[in-house]
C-alpha cells in the first residue's frame, strides 16, 4: 500500500509537467482549438502555473493567425514588435531554443507575405518584407523583396539586408563586394552585420582590423576596412574589385587604388607606381604606412 502511495504522489508531482507538455504539442503541431483546449485544462489545475503566460501568448498567436494585407507600414510595424517583443519571447520561454525558432518561422514567413504590397518607405527603414523574409530564413524571397526596391544599393537598409541575404544564401565568398559597399556606405551597420552574421574568418579580420588599423577607434574607421583589407588578404582584390566604386568617398577610391596598385605591381610597372602610391598616401596616410610596411620598398 505505501508503495502504491508513493507511487501515486508521484504521479500528482508530474501532473502538471504532463499538462504543460500537452499544450506544447498542440502548439508545435499549431492546431489552435486543441492548445486552448490543453491550456485551458492547466490553468484550471494549476493555476498559479509560471508557464501559463507565455502559453497564453502563443495560443492567442495561432488563434488570431491572419493571412490579410497590412494596411500599411505602421500596422507592420505595430505587429513586427509584437512577434518581437512578445510572441518571440515567450516561445524561447516554453520551448528549447530550436524548437523556439522553428516555432516562430512560420510567424515570420506569414508576416512578410503580409507585409509584400508595402513599398519601400524611408520614413519607416524596417518596415519591409524583406527583413521579415531574412528572419523566415528564405534568403531567394528576401534577395527578390529588395529588388523591388529602387536603387537598393544606395540605401544602408536595403543593401544590409541583401549583404545578409547573398552571404545566408551563397556564402562569404560571393558576398565580399556588398560586404564592401556596406562598408562604405554605413559603417556602423556593417559592423552590426558582421557580429550578426558569427563568421569565423569575419570576427578574426575584424579584429585584426581593431587591433592595427591606424585610424581614430570610432566606428566610422569601418569605412576603410576594404582597403585596409586588401593590404593583407591581396588575393582578394578580384572578389572586392566587383564592388561599386563610388568615387564621393575617399576609402571607396583608397579600395579602387589599391586594386589598381596591386595591379601594376604584378606587371613590373614601377614608374606608374610612384604617381599611384602618393595618391594613396594623400587619401589615408596610415593606410598608406600599413601598404608600404608589406613592401620591401621605401617611400621616397
Known amino acids: 500500500m505505501q508503495q502504491s ?56 498567436e495561432l488563434e488570431n493567425e491572419s493571412s490579410l494585407p497590412l494596411a500599411d507600414h505602421t500596422e507592420l510595424t505595430a505587429v513586427r514588435r509584437h512577434l518581437e517583443d512578445e510572441v518571440t519571447p515567450a516561445a524561447q520561454r516554453v520551448m528549447p531554443a530550436q524548437d523556439a525558432h522553428a516555432w516562430s518561422t512560420p510567424c515570420w514567413r506569414s508576416l512578410a507575405e503580409r507585409a509584400a504590397p508595402l513599398v519601400f518607405c524611408r520614413s519607416h527603414t524596417e518596415s519591409h518584407a524583406a527583413p521579415l523574409w531574412l528572419r523566415a530564413g528564405d534568403w531567394a524571397a528576401a534577395t527578390d523583396a529588395v529588388n523591388t526596391i529602387e536603387s537598393w544599393w544606395r540605401i544602408p537598409s536595403p543593401l544590409a539586408w541583401m549583404t545578409e541575404a547573398r552571404y545566408r544564401g551563397a556564402g562569404l565568398d560571393a558576398a565580399w563586394p556588398l560586404l564592401v559597399e556596406m562598408a562604405w556606405l554605413a559603417p ?78 604584378h606587371e613590373g610597372d614601377q ?30
Do not use: C
Open 5 to 60: 502511495m508513493q507511487q501515486l504522489d508521484i504521479f500528482a508531482d508530474s501532473r502538471d509537467v504532463v499538462l504543460r507538455n500537452d499544450v506544447v504539442e498542440q502548439l508545435q503541431r499549431r492546431h489552435a482549438g486543441g492548445a486552448r483546449a490543453s491550456l485551458t485544462q492547466l490553468a484550471s489545475e494549476y493555476p498559479a502555473d509560471s508557464a501559463l503566460p507565455a502559453m497564453t501568448v502563443l495560443v492567442r
Open 271 to 300: 614608374h606608374e607606381l610612384v604617381s599611384l602610391r602618393e595618391e594613396l598616401s594623400w587619401l589615408h596616410t596610415g593606410l598608406f604606412d600599413a601598404y608600404m610596411a608589406t613592401r620591401k620598398v621605401q617611400h621616397r
Open 188 to 265: 556602423s551597420r556593417f559592423a552590426a552585420l558582421i557580429a550578426r552574421l558569427r563568421d569565423a574568418l569575419l570576427d578574426v579580420l575584424r579584429r585584426r582590423f581593431d587591433a592595427e588599423f591606424p585610424g581614430t577607434g570610432e566606428i566610422e574607421d569601418y569605412v576603410w576596412f576594404p582597403a585596409w583589407l586588401l593590404v593583407v588578404k591581396p588575393a582578394l582584390a578580384g572578389r572586392l574589385g566587383e564592388a561599386r566604386v563610388q568615387r564621393e568617398l575617399p576609402a571607396s577610391r583608397a579600395t579602387a587604388l589599391l586594386g589598381e596598385i596591386l595591379r601594376r605591381e
